[in-house]
Nanobody, 116 residues
């Protein structure tokens, strides 16, 4: 069955770094566009970063541009989100998603808390 499992979240001080991972199984990972979303308490889910299936073209929300880096390793069926210079407003549950045409899969999310 299809699984997306996020890991790497936690508590970090402002200015710190975290690397999130999204391990995929049950589908052809390399054929899917992969996305990171986040949802803070009381707010709508926000698209953070996207990486395409072909040529790994990336795109970022303005709020994270220059601080976050999305990447993928198709040999390991894993996507990453390197988050640097973290701010308290980055606090949220981070979700990975796989999209191809009308198919979309979601992980269960991992909590990131940025606080001193």
């Amino acid at each position: 069955q299809v699984q997306l499992v996020e890991s790497g979240g936690g508590l970090v001080q402002p200015g710190g770094s975290l690397r999130l991972s999204c391990a995929a199984s049950g589908f052809t990972f390399s054929s899917y566009t992969m996305r990171w979303y986040r949802q803070a308490p009381g707010k709508e889910r926000e698209l953070v970063a996207v990486i395409s299936s072909i040529n790994s073209v990336t795109n970022y929300a303005d709020s994270v541009k220059g601080r976050f880096t999305i990447s993928r390793d198709n040999a390991k069926n894993t996507m990453y989100l390197q988050m640097n210079s973290l701010k308290p407003e980055d606090t949220a549950v981070y979700y990975c998603s796989a999209v191809r045409g009308l198919s979309a899969y979601w992980g269960q999310g991992t909590q990131v808390t940025v606080s001193s």
